[in-house]
């Protein structure tokens, strides 16, 4: 979080007129992902995971291969893939994953996407969270459950999209619905100007190759009928904002909804309701 305070501070104390330097600052306050240390709970899950070791290659920003950690529990039939969001990591799914190996089926598996957690990366983006994804398919196979927060919805999404292999079950909580929502309130948050915005946009735009109106869940998620589906979300959410989900589920009427209140974005990861709720979902779909 230091590192975001800095980056904030220095936009803010940024002449009017170095606008360069601006727009290094705003690709670091987009993409850089907060880092928070592990608590005692989560470190102790750790050491009692088994821990390997991936490369995803990241062509955006330092053009090289990175290595990032992975997480498993358990050596069940059923294989269950937890996808953390931004400024997040694995083992953020402590209460999850407590749930989840109280079934001696499963096999669970987590990981820190690139830039996050314990994983190699200075920043970070959607493409890498889901190429990190593709590269878990590859190494321990198609996990029949997949299980995603926030960014890490998105990520799933987006995974499956560009793979074309599906899981039984997918779980959405708090899932980002619009990136580019996301991205103008962070630059409005430090009174960035209109003119600044277009600018960031273009060469985001340019240097993902497609615009920004794509990085929109209702236009990922183009495979209702591969799988059963149910999202999660709190009703009063300011980072995934209910109206956002509600349109994403207007138009996917067959995914499972659930809403929550007094909870929040991140706290729906440990709501005993909404454990509770998972739990029910998975054992009576999976199969």
Known sequence: MKKLRKIVEDIKNLSEGDSDQLQTLLWQLICYSPKMPLRLHQQKLLDEA???????????????????NCFKWGNGPVK?????????????????????RANKNFEIWS??????GSSEGE????????????????????????????LGGMANALA??????YPQLLISIAPMVNLKDNFIASMEAVKTSNEAQEK???DFEKLFEQKTEHFVL??????SDQLKHLLIYDSNDLISP?????????????????????TSHSKLLTDPRVLNEMGLFISKNIH
């Open 123 to 150: 920043i970070s983006n959607l493409f890498l969270y889901a190429e990190s994804i593709r590269q878990l398919f590859i190494h321990a196979g198609k996990p029949q459950v997949m299980i995603g927060h926030s």
């Open 200 to 202: 960031f946009f273009t």
């Open 218 to 223: 209702n236009k990922i998620y183009d495979f």
């Open 50 to 68: 088994e821990i390997s070791s991936l490369k995803v290659h990241d062509r955006y920003f330092s053009q090289s291969d990175l290595n990032i």
């Open 160 to 165: 499956l999209q560009q793979g074309k292999e």
């Open 80 to 100: 269950v893939l937890l996808s953390h969001g931004w400024g997040s990591k694995g083992a953020d799914f402590s209460e999850i994953i407590a749930m989840l």
């Open 242 to 262: 209910s109206s956002n989900i509600e349109a994403f589920l207007k138009d996917n009427p067959e995914t499972t909804a659930s809403a929550y209140q007094e």
């Open 111 to 116: 990981f820190d996407a690139p830039g996050n």
